[in-house]
């Protein structure tokens, strides 16, 4: 098979990752990586809006240790990293969609098992809130302290327990400072006491989606390294994969996304109640997908307005782990399609779904935002399951997208200059396959 460096062809109703070639894949998997950033930005803003600094900060801060901790572990069973040391801890980090590669530029130095230092030359989250509040102290004190201090904690504690990571350098700097814009040092002592995870991680560990396992391919790639149990790569980039890895790396990125976002509403449900968890969830989806869906665009070059470009992202939305959530598709035309979903494990799972709580809803499904960020006039409406004539399992939700030319373009929520600009046109590099 013939794999595809972009998807700018036909529509493939059987399009899977696994037809993108190694080169598509990395550039996929950092907008993965990005997605969730993304996505944060999107809710923090609407939370703090509507909830203040204090509302915004403590969901900002549960959601990561709620989430973090389950991912990491799966992306370290995936790659079979193994060990609770520096080494195994690092690598954890290299792979965690919470520090997207470029946007966040991070360097690891490890000295022994015990001990061991990161930094990052350019942090694009620290760039972007600076930027945003014009330097403002309280909200750079609040992303890199009230913040980070308790959410890189989490993540590290994750592979040993006794874990702990400090700061050595961080913002606010001085006037004409020019080094890293944080070094944090990990080190591990077995006298301390380890510290039970949070409330909301116990709750996201027992979802199926937690639970459901991504497996490495039998066949190994050729090219690239099949998994991560050989030494640490302190230059780590996803193309030092092989292809059929990183096919499984970017699907379990998907996960990763999920179980956050999952983690997100469930920490807003449980402090202001379901309806608003859910009018948040919608807004923040439909802001989020102005910026993820051009970017997805953009990486696999998937052009033009019509049913064929809504189709084929849909086909690759982050928002869906493959598999956990399956879908179909079909084009009937340049303006008329239809996508759907199968009895799938996301159907079996608890009811704190994140975003995919929203699936159900007969106004605004939620990934409406995602068709309307690649044309404004198509509509998605909800139909029979017994209307799908060619689908492999059992229809649960079903939907018919149109695109009607003489209709109004959809009105979207306003998303903040800043935002738009500085994540939408952020670059991303690659490296070209040998």
């Known amino acids: 098979m013939s794999l595809l460096n972009a998807y700018d062809g036909p529509f493939d109703p059987g399009f899977e990752l696994s037809k993108l070639s190694r080169t598509a894949l990395a550039r996929l998997g950092r907008e993965y990586m990005l997605f969730q950033h993304i996505r944060d930005r999107a809710g923090v803003g609407i939370l703090g809006r509507r909830f203040g600094p204090a509302g915004m900060t403590q969901v900002a801060v549960d959601l990561w240790i709620g989430a973090s901790p389950v991912y990491n572990r799966?992306?370290?069973?995936?790659?079979?990293?193994?060990?609770?040391?520096?080494?195994?801890?690092?690598?954890?980090?290299?792979?965690?969609?919470?520090?997207?590669?470029?946007?966040?530029?991070?360097?690891?130095?490890?000295?022994?098992e015990k001990r061991g230092t990161f930094w990052l030359t350019f942090c694009g989250v620290y760039e972007h809130v600076a930027a945003g509040s014009r330097f403002n102290p309280k909200a750079i004190k609040n992303l890199c302290h009230d913040m980070e201090d308790t959410t890189f904690l989490a993540t590290v504690r994750a592979v040993n327990p006794k874990a702990d990571c400090l700061p050595d350098v961080r913002p606010p700097l001085a006037p004409g400072y020019t080094g890293p814009t944080c070094r944090w040092v990990v080190t591990i002592?077995?006298?301390?006491?380890?510290?039970?995870?949070?409330?909301?991680?116990?709750?996201?560990?027992?979802?199926?989606?937690?639970?459901?396992e991504y497996a490495l391919p039998a066949d190994p790639g050729t090219d690239g390294i099949?998994?991560?149990s050989g030494p640490?790569?302190?230059?780590?980039?996803?193309?030092?994969f092989s292809q059929p890895t990183l096919a499984v790396v970017c699907k379990e990125f998907t996960m990763a996304d999920h179980l956050l976002n999952r983690s997100a509403h469930l920490c807003v449900r449980q402090l202001w109640g379901e309806e608003v968890?859910?009018?948040?969830?919608?807004?923040?989806?439909a802001v989020a997908a102005q910026i993820y869906t051009v970017r997805l665009r953009r990486a696999l070059d998937i052009r033009g307005t019509d049913m064929s470009a809504i189709l084929k992202t849909l086909q690759v939305d982050p928002a869906f782990p493959p598999d956990y959530v399956k879908r179909g598709y079909r084009l009937v035309d340049d303006k008329h399609g239809y996508f759907w979903i199968e009895d799938?494990?996301?159907?079996?799972?608890?009811?704190?779904?994140?975003?995919?709580?929203?699936?159900?809803?007969?106004?605004?499904?939620?990934?409406?935002?995602?068709?309307?960020?690649v044309n404004p006039r198509a509509r998605c409406r909800p139909i029979a399951p017994a209307q799908v004539q060619s689908a492999k399992d059992t229809v649960v939700y079903a939907w018919e997208i149109v695109i009607d030319e003489t209709a109004e373009p959809r009105p979207v929520p306003a998303v903040k200059p800043m935002l738009a600009d500085e994540l939408l046109n952020f670059p991303m590099t690659f490296r070209e396959e040998n």
Request: aromatic share 8%.
């Open 189 to 212: 002592d077995e006298s301390r006491e380890a510290v039970p995870p949070s409330e909301v991680c116990r709750l996201v560990s027992r979802s199926k989606a937690a639970q459901f």
């Open 226 to 228: 099949n998994d991560y």
């Open 232 to 240: 640490f790569l302190p230059d780590l980039a996803l193309e030092d």
């Open 344 to 373: 799938c494990p996301l159907l079996a799972d608890d009811p704190d779904r994140g975003w995919l709580t929203l699936l159900p809803t007969v106004a605004a499904p939620g990934f409406d935002g995602t068709v309307a960020a």
């Open 277 to 285: 968890m859910r009018e948040i969830a919608a807004v923040e989806w």
């Open 74 to 112: 799966r992306m370290r069973k995936l790659l079979k990293i193994t060990g609770d040391g520096v080494t195994a801890t690092f690598k954890g980090l290299q792979t965690d969609v919470g520090f997207p590669h470029q946007f966040q530029a991070v360097k690891y130095h490890v000295e022994n």
